[in-house]
């Protein structure tokens, strides 16, 4: 079945830098696809919806300058959370899917996630 | 109305009972429906497919309901390995190429022995 890579799946910095998360499809091309934030014992949230050579699209409340998405390819995406604080603790996660029917049958597939820690 | 609406949990089931988990849609475009299950601290993997016909897997059976805009999931002679939360995913077509994946909020599901 499809695979979603995403990495790094745990990381640690401190408050005032950014870190890049990467979200690579592994056998399929994804024109579409999601980050979604997870904080502990919540639903997932999702962020931004992005798209192969355009602007994502943000969810309501959500920064675009602070969260940056960038879909350069079919398989992948990156987010960058920029001048990370505490606050931004949490589990990152990012999908992929696979198909690109337009009766909607397409299956969608996560990546493990980056749990990312904001000292 | 939220687009996409769970039953609220948890669900605590002695191990071998039969449990259901309904989700309801507002959105009437609404495509594809899926279950996803999410174990504590891992990411959500897609259970199953949700097909108008309904479908079984195993003791897993999930029903759509396009006329009123539900869909479930019945799990039968539940394990204590089937503990985990359970998502329900709609999605549809928005056009140039892009869907539209709405998560309901989840349903934690414990089975006790």
């Known amino acids: 079945g499809a695979v979603v890579s995403q990495h790094p799946s745990w990381v640690i910095c401190k408050s005032g830098t950014s870190v890049k998360i990467e979200c690579r499809s592994l056998?399929?091309?994804?024109?579409?696809m999601f980050w979604y934030r997870q904080f502990p014992k919540q639903s997932l949230m999702l962020m931004a919806t992005?798209?192969?050579?355009?602007?994502?699209?943000?969810e309501q409340g959500v920064e675009k300058d602070k969260f940056l998405i960038n879909h350069a390819s079919l398989t992948l995406s990156t987010l960058t959370v920029t001048s990370a604080h505490p606050e931004d603790s949490s589990f990152y996660i990012c999908?992929?899917?696979?198909?690109?029917?337009?009766?909607?049958?397409?299956?969608?597939?996560f990546g493990a996630g980056s749990r990312l820690t904001v000292l | 109305r939220k687009e996409v609406e769970q039953d609220p949990g948890p669900f605590n089931v002695p191990e071998g009972a039969t449990v259901a988990f309904n989700c309801t849609y507002s959105?009437?475009?609404?495509?594809?429906f899926f279950w996803y299950r999410q174990d504590c601290r891992k990411e959500p993997k897609l259970l199953m497919s949700?097909?108008?016909s309904g479908n079984e897997d195993g003791r897993f059976t999930a029903q759509l309901n396009r006329a009123s805009q539900y869909i479930s999931l019945l799990i039968r002679d539940s394990k204590l390995s089937d503990s985990a939360t359970y998502l329900c995913?709609?999605?549809?077509?928005?056009?140039?190429?892009?869907?539209?994946?709405?998560f309901g909020k989840g349903t934690k599901l414990s089975v006790i022995p």
């Open positions: 999908s992929a899917l696979e198909g690109q029917q337009a009766s909607g049958a397409n299956v969608l597939t």
């Open positions: 056998d399929f091309q994804a024109t579409t």
């Open positions: 992005s798209n192969e050579g355009s602007k994502a699209t943000y």
């Open positions: 959105n009437s475009a609404s495509q594809s």
């Open positions: 949700v097909y108008s």
């Open positions: 995913v709609v999605s549809r077509y928005s056009g140039a190429g892009s869907y539209q994946l709405t």
